[in-house]
């Protein structure tokens, strides 16, 4: 069995800042991460592998400079890492970016079960898993709680509007996994420092996947950003209820007695 | 149009809505697609809420949502009528599928927009789509047609019954085998939910609570109002999806939210956003929550609910 595990690199969100004049996110400074549901996905992917056997293979779309964070997959235990890297797959949409990570997987060719997370913490727009598994031709499950292969079948509960549902499908099979549905393991230090020094993640451009610069990135995107608008927050009265809890208490009760009346 | 169980869900009458809106402005119609088993109540129901024409695609292979058989349907229906914008409600499997199918057309499809404007003459669409855990929205447009767009749920408003006039609904050929249904559902268990994105009053309780939600929760019965909570608890098993307010959730339109013990995160606060009155309780006087709160209350939520609880009964709080 092999495992692959799509993640993506997303600034935490919660250093974004919105330059005003220039109408642009503001991404001096900001720290990268593993995006939080991709973690849950490539631990989802060990557990599989330490249940069942198999190797786990990572891979992301990005610069050069993200190739540390596949290394930190490594040092979580991952096998391999694939780092689809070329000026022109920059500024892609969701289209474009499952189309390269489809070609990418179409080039390892062996592959069982491809988990994502799912959802970016910075797009949001829960796409990408759906996307790549139709470019694959292959049976998606989205929004996973519980992963398992039996039978040469992925049997995954998911959840719903209201409840969960649980789904088996033939290999190979893509699966999304929800944000926070296990607990990402530690990467091991001493793997960690060995991936750092020792591993080689294998590289792949555009020749390598064959593609034509118009197919990929910014151009080979079917979604354009016109303008970018800080969401204004409502006006706030601000206003500070002081005292001891019991006179705090009476004048809340005042206030929900006038909200909304 | 989804449904799960032969139930509507609510974001499709919305999304339904919107749509009749903009058809209106273009002068155009709206085709409502709605694929199930035994729908025909469902559909009946929809060219009542602003289809000129339901396409119902009835059959037991069709009676769960699984995209690969859904797919298969749905696609010929759309290249056939060849439509100019083509909507989805921003649920799950809405989700999985308006992706699915924007790959099979080669059509740009925007994220879960909170706004969505059309160009009368041109016909292009323009959509509001939040990121950054909702701080920032970008205008977005598709490159091509069919415009494609999922809706967030709880942002538009679904016509009332029967308040346009009535559309007609057609049985279309279900030529699907089970051999084309990839994914089969074999358990599924789903509770009667509260949708939160319609509450007037709600409590919202953070990880501040440590956990127990005994008090947001007695407060909220104290209330009449709906309970929700942070992303964190319910990713900690404290409460289910449907009640968590944010960006990854639910936003609330009530007239007063209490927000205990949330720190207050952009992605939290874009929840809030459209709430009117806004109380915020929390122990950190310099919590972000406070920037997006009517009343601020620095202090225990330990302390200061069960004061509050005793005030509102005293009063007959929840006489509404």
């Known amino acids: 069995m092999r495992y692959v595990a799509c993640l993506k690199v997303t600034p935490k969100v919660d250093q974004i800042r919105f330059d005003e004049v220039k109408k642009a996110i503001a991404r001096e400074g900001v720290e990268n991460e593993i995006n939080d549901a991709d973690k849950n996905a ?12 198999g190797s786990v293979t990572v891979m992301t779309m990005g610069p050069p400079s993200f190739d540390p964070f596949l290394k930190l997959a490594i040092a979580m235990g991952a096998d391999e890492a694939i780092l689809l890297s070329d000026r022109s797959f920059a500024g892609a949409d969701t289209y474009a970016t499952s189309r390269v990570l489809a070609a990418a997987l179409n080039k390892l060719k062996e592959y069982d079960l491809i988990l994502c997370g799912e959802a970016s913490s910075d797009g949001s727009t829960e796409q990408v898993p759906a996307s790549i598994a139709e470019w694959l031709g292959v049976p998606r499950v989205t929004y996973a709680i519980d992963v398992d292969v039996r039978d040469s079948k992925l049997v995954s509960k998911r959840s719903i509007q209201g409840g969960y549902e649980i789904v088996e499908t033939g290999l190979p099979a893509l699966v999304s996994v929800e944000l926070g ?27 390598d996947l064959g593609f034509d610069p118009v197919e990929v990135g910014l151009q ?14 409502p006006a706030r009265k601000g206003e500070l209820v002081n005292g001891t809890p019991h006179e705090v208490a009476a004048r809340l009760a005042q206030i929900i007695s006038s909200s909304g009346h | 149009m989804e449904q799960t169980d032969g139930v509507l869900e609510g974001v ?41 024409v339901v396409l119902l695609a009835d059959s037991p292979l069709l009676k769960d949502c699984t995209i690969e058989a859904y797919l298969k349907v749905l ?8 439509p100019a914008i083509i909507l989805f409600g921003g649920t799950h499997n809405g989700t999985g599928l308006a992706a699915s199918l924007a790959v099979r057309l080669g059509a740009g499809l925007m994220a879960h927009v909170v706004d969505l404007e059309v160009n009368k003459d041109t016909g292009t669409l323009l959509g509001s789509v939040p990121g950054f855990g909702g701080s920032i929205v970008a205008i977005c447009r598709c490159k091509k047609w069919p415009q494609m767009a999922t809706v967030r749920p709880g942002v538009f408003k679904p016509l009332p019954a029967g308040n346009s006039s009535t559309g007609k609904v057609e049985r279309v050929e279900v030529s699907i085998t089970e051999g084309d249904v990839k994914c089969r559902v074999i358990e599924r268990s789903v509770a009667k939910t509260e949708d939160i994105s319609r509450a007037e ?5 953070g990880l501040g609570t440590k956990g127990d939600l005994v008090l947001t ?36 339109n009530a007239e007063l939210a ?5 720190s207050g995160a952009a992605h939290f606060a874009s929840g809030i956003r459209s709430a009117k009155t806004v109380i915020a309780i929390n122990s950190d006087p310099n919590a972000q929550i406070f920037k997006h709160a009517d009343y601020i209350v620095t202090g225990n939520l330990f302390e200061v609910l069960p004061e509050l609880i005793a005030a509102l009964q005293a009063s007959g709080g929840s006489s509404r």
Not at chain 2, 76 to 81: A, C, G, Q, S, Y
């Open chain 1, 181 to 207: 549905s296990n607990s990402p393991r530690f990467p091991d230090f001493r793997r960690k420092r060995w991936a750092e020094s020792e591993y080689r993640s294998t590289v792949w451009g555009i020749a």
């Open chain 2, 201 to 205: 009053r709600i409590v919202v309780a």
């Open chain 1, 220 to 233: 080979g995107s079917l979604t354009s950003v016109e303008e970018l608008r800080k969401m204004a927050s």
């Open chain 2, 258 to 262: 209490i927000v205990a013990g949330v």
């Open chain 2, 12 to 52: 499709s009458l919305e999304v339904l809505g919107k749509a009749k809106e903009i058809a209106d402005r273009l002068g155009v119609s709206v085709v409502a697609l709605l694929l199930g088993h035994d729908a025909s109540g469902i559909a009946n129901e929809t060219a009542r809420r602003g289809a000129n």
């Open chain 2, 217 to 252: 929760q007695k407060l909220a019965q104290a209330l009449g109002a709906s309970f929700g909570v942070s992303r964190p608890l319910a990713d900690k098993g404290m409460a289910p999806r449907e009640r968590v307010v944010g960006s990854t959730g639910y936003s609330v």
């Open chain 2, 75 to 82: 696609l010929p229906l759309v290249v056939k009528r060849d």
């Open chain 1, 42 to 53: 490539i631990e989802a992917a060990l557990l599989l592998k330490d249940r069942h056997g």
